[in-house]
Structures are given as C-alpha cells and as structure tokens.
C-alpha cells in the first residue's frame, strides 16, 4: 500500500485545485451570490495559485507517487506551470462573466486544469485515461457555458459526440497494449517495447490506435473537425484554456507514451504516420484559415497549425526535442492568452472583438492594443523578437535532427500562408476606418453599453477590475512573449535533464 | 561602438512613443538625432577602420544561448563596413525626405522608420546566424507597415507581398542555416558567421550542402531581387512612399547582396564553384529581362524598380564569376547602385510632388517647367545608366572585364542588357524632359531637395572619379572570398 503521506507533496497541487473548485461551489451555497460573486472568483485563483506555489518546491528532483502512476519529473511540472499559468489567465479573463452559473463554471475550469495536470504527469495507461476524461467531461460542459447560445450547445455536443468516439479509441488502443505487455505502466511498455525482438500485430495496432486518440485531442487533421465549432462557440475564456491546456497536457501525455511505447530501432516507421498527420495539419489549418472571418475560427485554425508544429518536437524522441515542444508550448499560452486577453477586453468595452471586420482601424482607435494584438499576431507567424521565433527555431532543429523533412517542408509553406492569414488581421487594424463605419462601430458600442450596465447592476464585479484583469493578462502575456524571445538562455538552459 | 550604431534609432523610437502626437516638430527633430547620431559614430569607426587589414574590427561577443553556441557577436570588416555606412547615410536622407511628405500619423511613420534602421544597421553588423536572422526578419515589420499604412492604392496587396516574399524566403534559408549547424558533432556547434564558414568549408558536395547552399541563396536571392523571385519589388516601390522606396532600393536590397558575400558563398564556396553557372545565367537574364521589362513600363516608378533588378543582375555575374575584379566590381555596383538609386526614386519623388502624377504620359517638357529638378533627373539618369565619370560605370566595367575572364564571351549577354538599359534612360528622359510643356509653373527645386541631392551626388561623383578608397577598404575580403570561389 503507498503511503499517502509519502506521496502529499507530489498530489498537493492537484488537491489545491480540486478544493478550490469544492470551496466555490460551497461558497455558492453559504452565500447568497449577490453577496458572494466576488469571492468566487477569489477562491479559484487562489486555488491556482496554491497549485502553482506547491509545484514550485517539486521542481528540485524527480518524484514518483503511488507506484509511478503519477510522475513529478521536471518535464511533468514544467507543463503543470504552464497548464497553471493557462487556468489563472482564463481566471481573470473570466472575470467579465456575470451570469449567477458563474460558480458551476468556475469549479469546472479548474476541475478541467486539474484533469490536465493529471495527464501531463501520468506514469502509466490508466492514469492517462483518467486525466483525459476529467479535463474531457468538464470541458464539454464549459464549451456549453453560454446562456441560451444555440451556436455553444450545438458545439459542445459535436465535441462530446466526437470526443466520446475518441476515447472509445483510446481506451481500446491501452486495451491491446495491455493485451501484449501484461502491464499498463509505462515503464513496463518501456521495457517490454525493448525486450521484445518481433513486437506482435495487437501491440502495434494498440499503439497506432491509442495515437488516433491523442491526435484527436491536440486536434490534428483529420480529427479536427470539432476545434472551430468548440472554439467558436465557446465563452472566450474558455476557448483560451482549452487551446494553450489541452494541447499542452495531451502533449506531454503522448510524448511520455511515445517515448515508452516506440522501440528505438523501429522510430522511424512508427512516427511516419504522425509526421503525415501533422503536416497535413499544419496546411490544412493555415489553408482553411483564409476564408474565415471570425478571429476565434482563425485561431482554432491556428491551433490546428500549431499542433502540427508540436510535432516537429517529436522525431527521434530525444530531450531536447521535448524540450523544444514544452518551450514551444510555453510561448504559444502567452501568444494566445495576449490575443484572448485583447478579445475579452474589446468586449469589455463595447466592441465586437470577434469578426475581423471589427478589428478595422483599431490601431488608430486604440493603438497600444493594437499594437500588443499585432505583435502576438506576428509571434504566431514565427517572427523575431518575439518567442514564435524562438520556439520554431527550436522546432525546426529538432525535426532537423530527426531527419523530418516532410514536416520542414510542410512547415514552410504554412509558415507562408498562415503568415498571410495573420497578417490579413494585422492590415484589417492597420486600415483607415471609413467615416461609415465608425459611426457603425460607435453604434454596436451604444447598443452593447447599456445591456453591461444592466449586467453590472445585477451581478458582476466592477467595470474597472475586469478591464485591469484583462489588461494585465494581456501585459504579461506580451512581456513573456518578448522576454522568452529575446532571452530563452536561462529557460532553456532549466530544460536539459527533462525526463528524470 | 557597434551595439551603439544599431540600437540607438530603436532606443529614440522608444523614447518617441513617450512623446504626444501633437508635438510633431519633437518627434521631426527626434527622427532626425535618432538616424544622424549613428551617421557620425559611423564616420568615427571609417576614421579608426585598419585599411587592408582582412580582420573582424570593433568585435563585440557576448554569451546569448549558449546552450546551442549562440552568440551576441558583432563585428564588421570590408563588407560590412561599407554598407554600415551607406546604411547610414541613406536614414537621415531619407527622413529629411519625409519632412512635408509624410503628413499623417507622422509619430507612427518615424517609430517605425527608427526600427527600420535598427534592423538594417544590424544585419550588416551581426556576425551569428540567429543574430543576423533576428535582424533581417526585424526589417520586415517596420517595411511592412510603412508600405502598408503610407503608401498608395494598393498598398495592402503591395505590403503583403512583399512581406509573404520575404519570409518564406527567410524561412527556407532558416532551414538550411539549421542543416548546416547540425552537421557537426555537439561540442563543435556553433552559429558563429566566420567560425561556421571555417567548419562548412570542408563539407564534401553531397545532396546536404547543395540543398543548404541553394536554401541560403534563395532566402538572399528574394531579397536582392533576383530573377525570377523579383516580382515583389516592382509593386512594393509603386506603393511605398517616396522615402520608403529610397531606403527599399537603397538599403534592404543589399541586405541580400551582402549576405551572399557573408554567409553562402564564404561557406559553401564548393558548392558555389560548381553551381556558378547557374547564378551567372540567372544575373544575365535579370539583366536583359529586367531592361526590357523597364523599357516597356509606362510608371516612372516601376521604370526605377526594374532598373533596380537588372542592377542586382550585375551583381549577381560578379558573383559568379568570382575573380577578384568581378566580386570588386560586382559589390562596387551593390555601392553605385546604393547611392544612385535612392537619388532616381526621390527625383521621382519630386516630380510626384509638383504633379501629383507618375505616369510618363503626363510628364513631359519638364526641363522648360522645372529645370534644376530636371537636371538632377538627368544627371540620376547618366549616373543609373553608366555614364563614364560617374559611379555605376566604374562597377559595370570592373564586373565586365573581371566575369570576361570566367565566362568568356557569353557576357555579351550582359552586354547587351547594358545597350538595353542605356536606351530606356534615353527613352525615359526623352519622355520626361523633352517635348512640349505640359504643366505652365511648378515650383523648381527646393533647398530641402538640395540637400539630399547634394550628399548623393557628390559621392556619385567622387566614386565615379576616384573609387579607391571603397577598393581598398573591400581588397582584403574579396581577395579571401576570391580564392575561395577560384581554388580548388
């Protein structure tokens, strides 16, 4: 029996989350929300930040719980900051909710980033299992968070109905694998992958199916087919956790199993087909994202892009590569939550923020946020100074390395047309507004200001605090974006010796 | 010194977004100390430079990354010393040329200007790949914005391309710069320029170094512009403000030109031996295609541009032929060119301003209605087209005599590009200077337009009279880059 004192320090931070969700939902029933509203949101980001302050002190060495099925090495604890540092973002950027489920939400947003820990630092099959399906289950349900928004419903249930479907692949895959080892920790797949001169059919086809589940996921083409609608219709906040965290966290967990599951002399064969899929990904999500005209589709699009650049970290399966893909992933959270931020705040005050007609001319009406929002657009296409330069560079040696060139090849050309994509956005800010559509624009403003101040009075925090969250999310996430663009020396340095 | 010369117009844009809009007479005179200040640190290191010496001077080196051997190393010789300084000679022209141009959200206009000027100043210093890459790619948002947000009608689409271009240009040449870095076992590894090139020398010619070689010039080739990847540039020059295009034609297209010199042909100069044809075919084209392509433009402006890339096809034939008159030559036209034609792109800058036209149609009998502008136009026209006296004749001839040794009589090719660009200059002042006065009284030359025209065209002069003191300074690196692109 493992003893659990043994193992508290390593289960502290998910426990920090899952009672902070416990604590909101309690204080929902002491207090009456009127009076309670503000506390919520207090308690879950305090919740985060235990989490964060009880991964800090993990960072020294390498810990296992329970037998191994949890795993608290560095590479693990790096993705707990990062899904941390996601899920205290999309807090504050949350802050702009006023509707009285506000508690149900806030328990499932942290319920979500405490499934994502558990998958980033699963040490065996069922342990990844069970951390997909809590991030799973309480991401179906906040996609659905919008009030009587048929768009959200309809999204998450596509998402539910293909996620379902993808977890059914998953599970059978660690079945199979299971089948053919005997085991489901990794360290034995680790081992028996080695030991074993002709791995049998139901081992391979296990791996191969449990990938398709990963794939679906980090949304890799084909499976993506759910992200715009999830991303679309979900509230703002959460699109922004669940691009940076799900892909973090199924990064980390398919990296693990990848790095047990492929024997060494087979790496080749067994990652073609992931090289395939991601850079099909990486066109077709930046090819798709010229048509689209809502900068929430433009992203997921991205993300579709993205998650096929992720895997450019994978060929050889080697430290560093892994290394480059959490580094990666750690600029990609400031980029996105920047660009969420800069969404959430233009709400805040009265414009659209989401059709990129909206952004017309922003750069004369608001030129610092103008000017942060462009430069997390020019950090996704991959530009200097800023950490998307930083991160494909690292990539791009690592699939280098791996001799990867189909997926250098594919990363060039989105690296192209995702550029034009970004861009298009960036010129829509840069452009003169026509004296039509100000006047237009002031219009939607003055419709949109009283149905806030009605919110306000109801329920929700003052107008100030949620403009200063945003603004500070979006501060930091730009400062991140330069400073690991500009200086990645020390972070890169703390990213040898990943896998303890 | 160095860091100095590249960051001080970014520190001044920085200090610029502090100023208010309405102060535009500040932020004017801002602009100005930002680009003159890195001019007269300039003039201080060509007073200290050590001629004839083929060494790195005012070396800066400071660890960066330096788990993948990345550096902070500046550092210029020859090569960079010389367009360190074209660089920053052409920033103070050109924002004295944007006084009384520029008249909307000049603040913005002069931010952006000050990091053009960081970033170009940078390449031509920067001696690490990923420093030097930084610095180019930095170019590119500035340049972006100044075409987009200034510039003409269709500034959008012009911007874009120009942009697209550029990085997948930039993103191809990554790729093989990364190729070339992995090649060597981990302690060896480096992105050091000169230690790289020492390593990379030794490569045998195999599928890996020619893909390298070839990924590196294309990334450099987009931005010279070389045929056939120069269609961006005819658009961007239509759209991009006058003084934007003077920096475009001067400056950033050389930035090409130099990496060349610095980073593909100086590490692969066996890949280069075998491939020369290629590039010397590829410069004559240009040259011809281009002259024809200028002859047949009815926008002053596009006639400029496309003399811009039959220019750049000189460039490249020197380059390929690779004697030491032919890279002088050569690399003396990327000088010429500098000086000349950003004076051809302001003079038609000048035109466009007194009658707010660039079609030659339009133009016509302007030596009755303006003469002093006219006569700059002439003189810019003789100095473009090669007229003996002035500086791009001494770089044609060099290039010509010294390619005759490698190519034989197939640089008649060039030749005859030379007879083609010299009638669209005749044709072109015909049009514009000739015939019957189409405008009653513009106003004539300004003392504004005197001073940038006064800076330009004395060193047009003195280089076309005397050039060598610019040889001098280039010897030691050509003679090294000569040998390595001869021997073997």
Known sequence: MPNFAENLPVL??????AVGALGVLVLDLVLPARRGYGWWFAVALAGVALAALYTLPLLGGNRTAFGGALVADRFGLFFWLVILAAAGASLLLSLSRSEEDASGYLALLLWAAMGMAVLAAAGNLMVVFLGLEILSLALYVLVAFAPGNRIAWEAALKYFLLGAVAAGFLLFGFALIYGAVGGVGFDQIADYARGTAELPRIYK???????????????????????????????????????????AAAFAAMARFLVAAVPPQAQTAYLLPLGVLAALSMLVGALAAIRQENLKRILAYSGISHAGYLIMALPGLTEEGLGAGLFYLAGYLCMNMALFAGMV?????????????????????????AGALALALFALAGLPPTVGFTGKFLLALAAIRGEAWL????????????????????????????????????????AAAPAAGEGAAALGLPDGLIRGAAGAVLVLAVA???????????????????LG | MLSLIVFFPLAVAVAMLLVPRTQEKLIKGLALVGTLVPLALTLVLLSRFEVGSGAIQFQEKFVWIPSLGIQYHMGVDGWGITMLALSTLLFPLAVLASFGYIEHRVKDYFVLLLILETGTNGVFTALDFVLFYVFWEIVLLPMYFLIGIWGGPRREYAAIKFFLYTLIGSVIMLVGALALYLQFPAGQRTFDLIELAKLTQGLPVNALTTFAFFALLLGFAVKVPAFPFHTWLPDAHVEAPTPISMLLAGILLKMGTYAMVR?????????????????????????????FAAMAQKDFKKVVAYSSVAHMGFFLLGLAAGTPEALAG????????????????????????????????????????????????????????????????IAEFFTLVGSYQTWGLWILGAGLGMVIIAAFHLILMRQVLMGEKKYESLPDITPKEITIFAPLAALIVLFGVYPAPVFKVLDPGIKVLSALLLGG
Do not use: C
């Open chain 1, 205 to 247: 086809l296990g791996v191969g199916l449990s990938l398709t589940g990963f794939a679906f996921k980090l949304a890799l083409v084909p499976f993506h087919v759910w992200a715009p609608d999830a991303y679309e219709g979900a509230p703002t906040p959460v699109t922004a956790f669940m691009s940076v965290g799900t892909k």
């Open chain 1, 12 to 17: 502290a931070p998910l426990l920090a989350l």
């Open chain 1, 345 to 369: 705040y233009l709400r805040q005050v009265g414009e659209d923020g989401e059709s990129v007609a909206s952004y017309t001319g922003l750069l004369y009406r608001r030129p610092a946020l």
């Open chain 2, 330 to 393: 050569g690399y003396f036209e990327t000088i010429a060119h500098g000086l000349i034609s950003p004076l051809f792109f302001f003079v038609v800058g000048m035109y466009y301003e007194r009658t707010h036209t660039r079609e030659l149609e339009k133009l016509g009998g302007m030596f009755l209605t303006v003469p002093a502008v006219s006569f700059v136009m002439a003189f810019t026209a003789f100095a473009n087209l090669g007229l003996p006296g002035l500086a791009g004749f």
């Open chain 1, 480 to 498: 991140g974006m330069l400073l690991l663009g500009v200086l990645p020396g020390r972070v890169l340095a703390a990213l040898t010796g990943l």
């Open chain 2, 263 to 291: 980073i593909s042909h100086p590490m692969l100069p066996q890949v280069a031996r075998q491939w020369a044809w290629l590039i010397a075919v590829v410069g004559i084209i240009g040259i011809v295609y281009a002259a």
């Open chain 1, 407 to 446: 997926l250098l090849g594919a990363l060039i050309l989105a690296t192209g047309v995702s550029a034009y994509v970004y861009l298009r956005v960036v010129a829509a800010m840069a452009r003169q507004p026509e004296k039509v559509r100000r006047s237009a624009a002031a219009e939607v403003a003055a």
